[in-house]
Each structure stands twice: as C-alpha cells, then as structure tokens.
C-alpha cells in the first residue's frame, strides 16, 4: 500500500469510526509551473506544489463538504471530527447520497492518455526556450508597444476512495503558452 492509500483509507476509517454513515475521501496533489517574458525578458516565475484532502461526509442524513491543506495525522483527526460536527447542524437532505457501486466506474475502460509521460523530463531551461520560440514569432512593427509571454503546465493526481467500495485514480498533465 502506499503512502496515498493509506492515508486516504485512514482518512475513510477515522470518518466511519467518528459515527458518518457514508463518505467519499479524494487526495489531490499537484504541481504547476508559470514563467513569464515581458518584452523578452523574464519578469515572472513561479513553480508551486499542493496536496489536498477532500471529504464528502454524509451524517445522519445530512451532507457536508471539506478540503484540508493540514495532512499531518493529528490534525486530519481532529479536521474530521469538526467535519462531522459541522455536517451534523446542515439542513437533512435525503437525496444527496452515494451512488451505488454496481453503476461507479470499475476501471475497466480505456487510457484516455490525458497524462504526457515526458512531462517530467521537461527541464525548466526546456520551458525557456518554448515561450522564447513563441516570443520570436511575434511579428516586430514600431507600432507595437510591448510583448508579454506565458508558458504554463500543470501535473495533477487524484485517488478517489467511498464507503460503497469505489477506488479510482488518475494523472492528467496540461500545458499551455500564449504570446500577447
């Protein structure tokens, strides 16, 4: 098991030991990288990662949704208790619940191939020279002023685990450059 299941199966235990009925548990982690050139130049960089846990509780006949950033053993426990808690005072909404298994994806379908497998091998000297190619071809006339470049990519997991038996994963990646 890895460290993501077991932390999204410890997150499901803790929801149905602190007295939910039914929860879904999703792990998202990601990292996404920004560069921009302003007239050729870089002006802006930024490269940020992120983990999450969302939890979708049903409680009493009750539906509650939260995301913590606070992965730490302890303060998932605690943010669950509060959760369920919190979920315990919404208004009773008898149709929000989980579907059944027998009609929840089984991963049994195709690759939708949404996860560029070169995407780490992408130096950021790679990234570079991408929006300075785009950059170059930005026609150059006295009436134009300034140019501006982004190059962007993003890399997302998500593990998807409910009470009625799910438990699905995916890694999708996106890119994107624009001249302006």
């Given at each position: 098991?890895?460290?993501?299941?077991?932390?999204?199966?410890?997150?499901?235990?803790?929801?149905?030991?602190?007295?939910?009925?039914?929860?879904?548990?999703?792990?998202?982690?990601?990292?996404?990288?920004?560069?921009?050139?302003?007239?050729?130049?870089?002006?802006?960089?930024?490269?940020?990662?992120?983990r999450a846990l969302h939890l979708?509780?049903?409680?009493?006949?009750?539906?509650?949704?939260?995301?913590?950033?606070?992965?730490?053993?302890?303060?998932?426990?605690?943010?669950?208790?509060?959760a369920i808690q919190a979920t315990?005072?919404?208004?009773?909404?008898?149709?929000?619940?989980?579907?059944?298994?027998?009609?929840?994806?089984?991963?049994?379908?195709?690759?939708?191939?949404?996860?560029?497998?070169?995407?780490?091998?992408?130096?950021?000297?790679?990234?570079?020279?991408?929006?300075?190619?785009?950059?170059?071809?930005?026609?150059?006339?006295?009436?134009?002023?300034?140019?501006?470049?982004?190059?962007?990519?993003?890399?997302?997991?998500?593990?998807?685990?409910?009470?009625?038996?799910?438990?699905?994963?995916?890694?999708?990646?996106?890119?994107?450059?624009?001249?302006?």
């Amino acid at each position: 098991m890895t460290e993501k299941n077991g932390m999204i199966n410890d997150a499901m235990s803790m929801i149905l030991h602190e007295g939910a009925q039914a929860a879904r548990v999703t792990l998202v982690e990601g990292s996404n990288t920004s560069i921009t050139l302003l007239n050729g130049e870089p002006d802006s960089m930024q490269n940020a990662t992120n983990r999450a846990l969302h939890l979708n509780i049903f409680a009493d006949g009750r539906y509650g949704v939260f995301t913590t950033n606070r992965l730490d053993t302890d303060e998932v426990r605690k943010f669950i208790r509060n959760a369920i808690q919190a979920t315990r005072l919404l208004v009773p909404d008898e149709f929000r619940i989980l579907p059944p298994e027998n009609i929840c994806y089984n991963g049994k379908g195709f690759d939708l191939k949404i996860q560029d497998p070169a995407y780490p091998e992408i130096t950021p000297a790679g990234k570079m020279d991408v929006l300075r190619d785009v950059t170059s071809g930005i026609p150059q006339n006295s009436r134009l002023i300034s140019t501006e470049s982004q190059y962007e990519d993003e890399y997302i997991t998500e593990t998807v685990i409910d009470s009625n038996g799910l438990e699905i994963s995916e890694s999708r990646t996106s890119f994107s450059v624009s001249p302006e």
